[in-house]
């Protein structure tokens, strides 16, 4: 089967870090994506890795280990506009369809 | 450059009855897939064109539903008829060829059985 884990909800208090974890087993690997998406609105693309190692855009940060089926999500320097749901994404070829997470829910404090 | 558009944006119709989900792709983007969001759980994979060819509809629940895309442009999704646990969010997303990292979604339908 495939399935990817990753937390459910997380809380953080506006101008700290988060790190949102995720863990993947599927029948293929060639990427592993984030996706951010809002109440009501359409998942949009944070970030991608298909090599081991740290990728950073702006305030956030993805990162994967491609031997541990691991991967995480960095926010820094949270803002109140982050508050959505976070869904870690494993796409198994080239083009090839995106498995999502369940999604973590970031609630930030402020 | 317009974004993936999806039409209704919301559709409320009632078990048995027949509804049809339209995905305009972004332009030149041959890669155009179909996913669902049932409430309270994952983003799940309906299917796959590439141009005008199913590439994948591994995810499709069963012949219920109906998916289309003549001329390799828009593509339509067809439910009929539909049934309760048919309701969800349904999104469409693009991407060029040649292994792109990023798909671009749709808005989504919000689609409710009664």
């Known amino acids: 089967g495939q399935s990817l884990e990753q937390p459910s909800e997380v809380t953080a208090v506006e101008g700290a870090i988060v790190q949102i974890n995720c863990t993947y087993q599927t029948s293929g690997f060639y990427g592993l994506s984030w996706y951010q998406q809002h109440d009501g609105g359409a998942p949009t693309f944070l970030s991608y890795?298909?090599?081991?190692g740290l990728e950073e855009t702006g305030r956030f940060s993805s990162f994967l280990s491609r031997s541990d089926s691991y991967g995480y999500l960095l926010l820094q320097e949270l803002q109140m506009k982050d508050s959505a749901s976070y869904f870690c994404a494993v796409s198994s070829g080239i083009d090839d369809k995106i498995i999502f997470g369940k999604g973590t829910r970031l609630h930030i404090l402020p | 450059e317009a974004g993936v558009t999806q039409f209704p944006s919301h559709s409320v119709i009632e078990k048995g009855q027949t509804v049809t989900l339209r995905c305009d792709p972004i332009?030149?983007?041959?890669?155009l897939y179909w996913y669902r969001r049932v409430m309270g759980k994952e983003i799940k994979f309906l299917l796959h064109f590439v141009k005008e060819s199913k590439q994948d509809e591994s995810g499709m629940p069963n012949n219920r539903f109906l998916a289309e895309r003549t001329g390799g442009t828009y593509s339509t999704l067809k439910v009929q008829p539909a049934e309760l646990e048919d309701s969800g969010v349904y999104f469409c997303?693009?991407?060029?060829?040649?292994?792109?990292?990023?798909?671009?979604f749709g808005p989504g339908t919000r689609l409710t059985v009664t």
């Open positions: 890795n298909a090599l081991d």
């Open positions: 332009s030149g983007h041959d890669n």
């Open positions: 997303a693009s991407s060029g060829l040649g292994g792109e990292s990023e798909q671009y």
